[in-house]
Protein backbone atom coordinates (compact mmCIF):
# COMPACT_ATOMS: atom_id res chain seq x y z
CA UNK A 1 0.00 0.00 0.00
CA UNK A 2 1.56 3.52 -1.14
CA UNK A 3 1.58 6.27 1.63
CA UNK A 4 -1.69 8.09 2.76
CA UNK A 5 -2.45 10.99 1.35
CA UNK A 6 -3.69 13.52 3.64
CA UNK A 7 -6.32 15.64 2.40
CA UNK A 8 -8.16 19.12 2.69
CA UNK A 9 -11.41 20.74 1.85
CA UNK A 10 -10.03 21.68 -1.79
CA UNK A 11 -9.18 18.10 -2.21
CA UNK A 12 -12.75 17.00 -1.77
CA UNK A 13 -13.03 15.65 -5.78
CA UNK A 14 -9.41 13.86 -5.86
CA UNK A 15 -10.77 12.55 -2.71
CA UNK A 16 -14.01 11.52 -4.27
CA UNK A 17 -12.38 10.16 -7.41
CA UNK A 18 -10.43 7.53 -4.83
CA UNK A 19 -13.60 6.38 -3.85
CA UNK A 20 -15.62 5.39 -7.02
CA UNK A 21 -12.20 4.09 -7.65
CA UNK A 22 -12.16 1.64 -5.47
CA UNK A 23 -9.98 3.22 -2.95
CA UNK A 24 -10.38 3.45 0.97
CA UNK A 25 -10.77 7.05 2.21
CA UNK A 26 -10.73 8.39 5.88
CA UNK A 27 -13.20 11.22 6.18
CA UNK A 28 -15.28 13.10 9.06
CA UNK A 29 -18.64 12.54 9.78
CA UNK A 30 -19.87 14.71 12.79
CA UNK A 31 -19.98 11.37 14.91
CA UNK A 32 -15.99 10.24 14.67
CA UNK A 33 -14.04 9.90 11.38
CA UNK A 34 -15.37 7.00 8.85
CA UNK A 35 -13.34 4.47 6.79
CA UNK A 36 -15.06 5.35 3.63
CA UNK A 37 -15.13 2.35 0.83
CA UNK A 38 -17.61 2.38 -2.34
CA UNK A 39 -20.80 0.42 -1.17
CA UNK A 40 -20.99 -1.18 -4.59
CA UNK A 41 -17.44 -2.54 -5.03
CA UNK A 42 -17.17 -5.66 -3.10
CA UNK A 43 -13.15 -5.69 -3.31
CA UNK A 44 -13.62 -2.31 -1.45
CA UNK A 45 -15.62 -3.00 1.12
CA UNK A 46 -13.51 -5.88 1.66
CA UNK A 47 -10.62 -4.10 1.74
CA UNK A 48 -12.59 -2.06 4.85
CA UNK A 49 -12.13 -4.96 6.91
CA UNK A 50 -8.94 -5.92 5.78
CA UNK A 51 -7.51 -2.67 6.95
CA UNK A 52 -9.15 -2.66 10.25
CA UNK A 53 -8.13 -5.78 11.03
CA UNK A 54 -11.67 -7.02 11.90
CA UNK A 55 -12.23 -10.43 13.23
CA UNK A 56 -15.75 -11.06 11.70
CA UNK A 57 -17.81 -9.59 9.37
CA UNK A 58 -19.96 -6.87 11.05
CA UNK A 59 -22.53 -5.07 9.05
CA UNK A 60 -21.51 -1.40 8.21
CA UNK A 61 -23.27 1.71 7.76
CA UNK A 62 -24.13 2.96 4.19
CA UNK A 63 -23.91 6.76 4.00
CA UNK A 64 -25.81 9.01 1.58
CA UNK A 65 -25.87 12.58 0.37
CA UNK A 66 -29.35 12.79 0.84
CA UNK A 67 -32.51 11.04 1.88
CA UNK A 68 -34.05 9.96 -1.71
CA UNK A 69 -30.67 8.19 -2.77
CA UNK A 70 -30.68 6.13 0.48
CA UNK A 71 -34.44 4.98 0.44
CA UNK A 72 -33.68 4.04 -3.34
CA UNK A 73 -31.70 0.93 -1.53
CA UNK A 74 -34.11 0.38 1.51
CA UNK A 75 -37.48 0.27 2.19
CA UNK A 76 -38.90 3.02 3.94
CA UNK A 77 -42.26 3.10 5.47
CA UNK A 78 -43.67 6.21 7.44
CA UNK A 79 -42.20 5.73 10.21
CA UNK A 80 -38.58 5.71 8.35
CA UNK A 81 -39.77 9.04 6.47
CA UNK A 82 -40.59 10.68 9.43
CA UNK A 83 -37.54 10.43 11.34
CA UNK A 84 -35.42 11.00 8.14
CA UNK A 85 -37.11 14.63 7.45
CA UNK A 86 -36.75 15.42 10.85
CA UNK A 87 -32.93 13.50 11.97
CA UNK A 88 -31.35 14.00 8.46
CA UNK A 89 -28.43 14.72 7.94
CA UNK A 90 -27.42 13.87 11.68
CA UNK A 91 -26.65 10.90 13.77
CA UNK A 92 -29.18 8.52 12.93
CA UNK A 93 -29.03 5.14 11.45
CA UNK A 94 -32.13 3.19 10.56
CA UNK A 95 -31.90 -0.47 10.10
CA UNK A 96 -34.04 -1.55 6.71
CA UNK A 97 -35.63 -4.45 4.97
CA UNK A 98 -32.79 -4.27 1.36
CA UNK A 99 -34.64 -3.58 -1.84
CA UNK A 100 -34.15 -6.91 -4.00
CA UNK A 101 -32.97 -4.63 -6.60
CA UNK A 102 -30.37 -2.76 -4.12
CA UNK A 103 -27.04 -2.79 -5.58
CA UNK A 104 -24.99 -2.06 -2.46
CA UNK A 105 -22.62 -5.06 -2.11
CA UNK A 106 -23.90 -8.18 0.36
CA UNK A 107 -20.49 -8.01 2.10
CA UNK A 108 -21.93 -4.33 3.40
CA UNK A 109 -24.47 -5.55 5.16
CA UNK A 110 -22.82 -9.01 5.66
CA UNK A 111 -25.25 -10.82 3.96
CA UNK A 112 -28.73 -9.50 6.21
CA UNK A 113 -31.63 -9.28 4.69
CA UNK A 114 -31.31 -5.82 6.08
CA UNK A 115 -28.83 -2.56 5.58
CA UNK A 116 -28.04 0.17 8.07
CA UNK A 117 -28.55 3.98 5.96
CA UNK A 118 -27.87 6.89 7.43
CA UNK A 119 -27.37 10.84 5.91
CA UNK A 120 -24.60 12.30 8.03
CA UNK A 121 -24.58 15.85 9.09
CA UNK A 122 -20.92 17.29 8.37
CA UNK A 123 -20.66 19.22 5.77
CA UNK A 124 -17.04 17.70 4.31
CA UNK A 125 -18.67 14.57 4.71
CA UNK A 126 -21.72 15.57 2.80
CA UNK A 127 -19.23 17.20 0.02
CA UNK A 128 -17.40 14.13 -0.49
CA UNK A 129 -20.80 12.19 -0.82
CA UNK A 130 -22.29 13.87 -3.48
CA UNK A 131 -19.21 14.39 -5.13
CA UNK A 132 -18.49 10.28 -4.95
CA UNK A 133 -22.31 9.89 -6.56
CA UNK A 134 -21.80 6.18 -4.99
CA UNK A 135 -23.12 4.94 -1.22
CA UNK A 136 -20.23 4.91 0.68
CA UNK A 137 -19.73 1.81 3.32
CA UNK A 138 -17.90 3.04 6.31
CA UNK A 139 -16.90 2.07 9.79
CA UNK A 140 -15.17 3.94 12.24
CA UNK A 141 -11.53 4.62 10.79
CA UNK A 142 -9.68 2.33 13.26
CA UNK A 143 -8.10 -0.70 14.03
CA UNK A 144 -10.69 -3.55 15.04
CA UNK A 145 -10.20 -3.04 18.78
CA UNK A 146 -9.07 0.61 19.14
CA UNK A 147 -10.94 3.64 19.77
CA UNK A 148 -12.68 5.28 17.67
CA UNK A 149 -11.03 8.78 16.12
CA UNK A 150 -11.89 12.11 16.09
CA UNK A 151 -9.08 13.85 14.48
CA UNK A 152 -7.06 13.30 11.53
CA UNK A 153 -4.19 12.13 13.83
CA UNK A 154 -6.11 9.78 15.48
CA UNK A 155 -6.68 7.89 12.17
CA UNK A 156 -3.51 8.14 10.76
CA UNK A 157 -2.04 6.91 14.00
CA UNK A 158 -4.01 3.46 13.49
CA UNK A 159 -4.06 3.03 9.62
CA UNK A 160 -1.28 5.35 7.95
CA UNK A 161 -0.37 3.49 4.84
CA UNK A 162 -3.49 1.03 5.18
CA UNK A 163 -5.65 3.57 3.04
CA UNK A 164 -5.30 5.66 0.10
CA UNK A 165 -6.70 9.08 1.64
CA UNK A 166 -7.40 10.61 5.38
CA UNK A 167 -9.91 13.79 4.64
CA UNK A 168 -8.44 16.35 7.45
CA UNK A 169 -11.94 18.16 8.74
CA UNK A 170 -10.52 19.14 12.06
CA UNK A 171 -11.90 17.56 15.03
CA UNK A 172 -15.53 15.25 15.12
CA UNK A 173 -17.91 17.42 17.39
CA UNK A 174 -20.47 15.09 18.26
CA UNK A 175 -17.66 12.31 19.08
CA UNK A 176 -19.88 9.74 19.64
CA UNK A 177 -21.08 7.35 17.15
CA UNK A 178 -24.66 7.63 15.26
CA UNK A 179 -27.60 6.27 17.27
CA UNK A 180 -28.69 2.49 15.34
CA UNK A 181 -32.78 1.93 15.11
CA UNK A 182 -33.98 -0.83 13.52
CA UNK A 183 -37.00 -0.24 11.82
CA UNK A 184 -37.19 -3.63 9.71
CA UNK A 185 -39.68 -4.98 11.94
CA UNK A 186 -43.08 -3.96 13.81
CA UNK A 187 -41.39 -2.68 16.74
CA UNK A 188 -38.84 0.16 16.13
CA UNK A 189 -35.96 -1.46 18.69
CA UNK A 190 -32.54 0.39 19.28
CA UNK A 191 -29.70 -1.29 18.29
CA UNK A 192 -27.04 1.52 19.83
CA UNK A 193 -27.85 4.64 21.73
CA UNK A 194 -25.84 7.46 19.80
CA UNK A 195 -25.90 10.92 18.72
CA UNK A 196 -30.15 10.88 19.13
CA UNK A 197 -31.85 10.35 22.12
CA UNK A 198 -34.09 7.61 22.57
CA UNK A 199 -36.39 9.80 23.66
CA UNK A 200 -36.58 11.74 20.91
CA UNK A 201 -36.75 8.83 18.58
CA UNK A 202 -39.85 7.62 20.73
CA UNK A 203 -41.62 11.12 20.86
CA UNK A 204 -42.00 10.31 16.68
CA UNK A 205 -42.47 7.01 16.44
CA UNK A 206 -43.80 5.64 20.09
CA UNK A 207 -42.35 3.07 22.20
CA UNK A 208 -38.99 1.94 21.15
CA UNK A 209 -37.67 -1.19 21.89
CA UNK A 210 -33.56 -1.92 23.37
CA UNK A 211 -32.02 -4.49 21.61
CA UNK A 212 -28.56 -5.95 20.58
CA UNK A 213 -25.74 -4.37 21.52
CA UNK A 214 -25.67 -0.98 23.59
CA UNK A 215 -21.94 -0.62 24.44
CA UNK A 216 -20.72 1.54 21.08
CA UNK A 217 -17.36 0.76 19.78
CA UNK A 218 -16.35 -2.30 22.06
CA UNK A 219 -19.73 -4.07 21.61
CA UNK A 220 -20.43 -6.92 19.58
CA UNK A 221 -23.52 -7.54 17.62
CA UNK A 222 -25.41 -10.15 20.24
CA UNK A 223 -25.26 -13.54 18.99
CA UNK A 224 -28.30 -13.88 18.45
CA UNK A 225 -27.95 -10.91 15.49
CA UNK A 226 -24.80 -12.98 14.49
CA UNK A 227 -27.28 -15.60 13.79
CA UNK A 228 -29.48 -14.32 11.38
CA UNK A 229 -26.77 -13.18 9.44
CA UNK A 230 -27.62 -15.21 6.02
CA UNK A 231 -27.45 -19.17 6.99
CA UNK A 232 -27.52 -20.96 3.63
CA UNK A 233 -30.34 -23.95 3.70
CA UNK A 234 -27.92 -26.27 2.79
CA UNK A 235 -25.43 -27.69 5.04
CA UNK A 236 -21.88 -26.89 5.20
CA UNK A 237 -19.06 -29.09 5.57
CA UNK A 238 -15.85 -27.39 6.38
CA UNK A 239 -12.41 -28.48 5.75
CA UNK A 240 -13.20 -30.22 2.69
CA UNK A 241 -10.18 -32.56 1.15
CA UNK A 242 -12.91 -33.84 -0.93
CA UNK A 243 -15.85 -33.36 -3.02
CA UNK A 244 -18.87 -35.69 -3.82
CA UNK A 245 -21.26 -35.30 -6.91
CA UNK A 246 -23.90 -34.26 -4.68
CA UNK A 247 -22.33 -31.68 -3.10
CA UNK A 248 -22.10 -28.11 -4.45
CA UNK A 249 -18.07 -26.94 -4.07
CA UNK A 250 -16.93 -23.32 -2.11
CA UNK A 251 -13.46 -23.42 -3.90
CA UNK A 252 -10.52 -21.60 -2.53
CA UNK A 253 -7.58 -21.51 -5.05
CA UNK A 254 -7.43 -24.60 -7.53
CA UNK A 255 -10.61 -26.52 -7.24
CA UNK A 256 -11.30 -30.03 -5.92
CA UNK A 257 -12.59 -31.88 -8.98
CA UNK A 258 -15.90 -33.94 -8.88
CA UNK A 259 -18.53 -31.49 -7.53
CA UNK A 260 -21.94 -31.08 -8.56
CA UNK A 261 -21.82 -27.14 -8.65
CA UNK A 262 -18.51 -24.75 -7.88
CA UNK A 263 -18.03 -21.07 -6.51
CA UNK A 264 -14.75 -20.34 -7.02
CA UNK A 265 -13.68 -17.21 -4.08
CA UNK A 266 -10.26 -16.96 -5.32
CA UNK A 267 -8.60 -18.85 -7.94
CA UNK A 268 -5.36 -16.86 -6.48
CA UNK A 269 -5.78 -17.69 -3.16
CA UNK A 270 -6.84 -14.48 -2.51
CA UNK A 271 -8.08 -13.75 1.14
CA UNK A 272 -9.21 -10.02 0.51
CA UNK A 273 -11.06 -11.13 -2.91
CA UNK A 274 -12.64 -14.64 -1.45
CA UNK A 275 -14.06 -12.22 1.31
CA UNK A 276 -15.43 -9.72 -1.43
CA UNK A 277 -16.85 -12.91 -2.60
CA UNK A 278 -18.35 -15.01 0.07
CA UNK A 279 -21.67 -13.69 0.80
CA UNK A 280 -22.82 -14.20 -2.91
CA UNK A 281 -21.29 -17.29 -2.99
CA UNK A 282 -23.11 -18.99 -0.07
CA UNK A 283 -26.18 -17.37 -1.69
CA UNK A 284 -25.32 -18.96 -5.23
CA UNK A 285 -24.45 -22.43 -3.66
CA UNK A 286 -27.18 -22.70 -1.94
CA UNK A 287 -29.83 -21.75 -5.05
CA UNK A 288 -27.79 -23.25 -7.45
CA UNK A 289 -27.55 -26.52 -4.94
CA UNK A 290 -31.34 -26.91 -4.84
CA UNK A 291 -31.74 -26.14 -7.97
CA UNK A 292 -29.64 -29.31 -8.85
CA UNK A 293 -31.07 -31.83 -5.98
CA UNK A 294 -27.70 -31.22 -3.90
CA UNK A 295 -27.04 -31.95 -0.01
CA UNK A 296 -24.51 -29.38 0.80
CA UNK A 297 -21.63 -27.24 0.90
CA UNK A 298 -18.34 -28.91 1.18
CA UNK A 299 -16.03 -25.69 1.78
CA UNK A 300 -12.56 -25.39 0.90
CA UNK A 301 -9.51 -24.54 4.01
CA UNK A 302 -9.11 -20.66 3.88
CA UNK A 303 -5.85 -19.67 5.51
CA UNK A 304 -6.64 -17.89 8.93
CA UNK A 305 -4.13 -14.88 8.02
CA UNK A 306 -5.57 -11.58 7.49
CA UNK A 307 -9.35 -11.82 6.15
CA UNK A 308 -9.04 -15.34 6.40
CA UNK A 309 -10.20 -15.34 10.35
CA UNK A 310 -13.09 -13.17 9.40
CA UNK A 311 -14.30 -15.61 6.93
CA UNK A 312 -13.35 -18.56 8.93
CA UNK A 313 -15.77 -16.98 11.68
CA UNK A 314 -18.32 -16.74 9.43
CA UNK A 315 -18.06 -20.38 7.51
CA UNK A 316 -18.16 -21.52 10.70
CA UNK A 317 -21.27 -20.07 11.84
CA UNK A 318 -22.53 -21.30 8.78
CA UNK A 319 -21.47 -25.05 9.40
CA UNK A 320 -22.93 -24.55 13.31
CA UNK A 321 -26.12 -27.31 13.81
CA UNK A 322 -28.92 -24.99 13.84
P1 LIG B 1 -19.78 0.93 13.04
O1 LIG B 1 -19.74 0.66 11.56
O2 LIG B 1 -18.51 0.55 13.75
O3 LIG B 1 -20.26 2.33 13.35
O4 LIG B 1 -20.92 -0.02 13.60
C1 LIG B 1 -22.11 -0.16 12.88
C2 LIG B 1 -23.20 -0.64 13.81
O5 LIG B 1 -24.40 -0.77 13.07
C3 LIG B 1 -22.87 -1.98 14.41
O6 LIG B 1 -23.29 -2.03 15.74
C4 LIG B 1 -23.67 -2.91 13.53
O7 LIG B 1 -23.95 -4.13 14.16
C5 LIG B 1 -24.91 -2.09 13.23
N1 LIG B 1 -25.54 -2.48 11.97
C6 LIG B 1 -25.13 -2.20 10.73
N2 LIG B 1 -25.92 -2.78 9.80
C7 LIG B 1 -26.86 -3.46 10.48
C8 LIG B 1 -27.98 -4.28 10.10
N3 LIG B 1 -28.28 -4.52 8.82
N4 LIG B 1 -28.71 -4.81 11.08
C9 LIG B 1 -28.42 -4.58 12.37
N5 LIG B 1 -27.39 -3.83 12.79
C10 LIG B 1 -26.61 -3.27 11.87
MG1 LIG C 1 -16.33 1.18 15.23
Redesign the pocket.
Known sequence: MPVTALLGPADLPRAAALLRAGELVAFPTE??Y?LGANARDARAVAAVFAAKGRPSF????SHFSEAGAAFAEVAADGRARELATLFWPGPL?L?LP?RPDSRIDLLT??G?P???VRVPAHPLARELLRLAGVPVA???ANRSGQV?PTTAAHVLAGLEGRVAAVLDGGPCLVGV??T?L?L?GPVATL??PGGVSREALEAVVGPVAVG??TAG?A???SPG?LLSHYAPGLPVRLDARCVAANEALLAFGPPLPGAGAVWQLSEGGDVVEAASRLFAGLRWLDEEGARRGLHGIAAMPVPEAGLGAAINDRLTRAAAPR
Do not use: C, F, K, Q
Not at 58 to 61: G, M, S
Open positions: TVGNPLITVRGALTLAAPSSESVDSLRGAEARPM
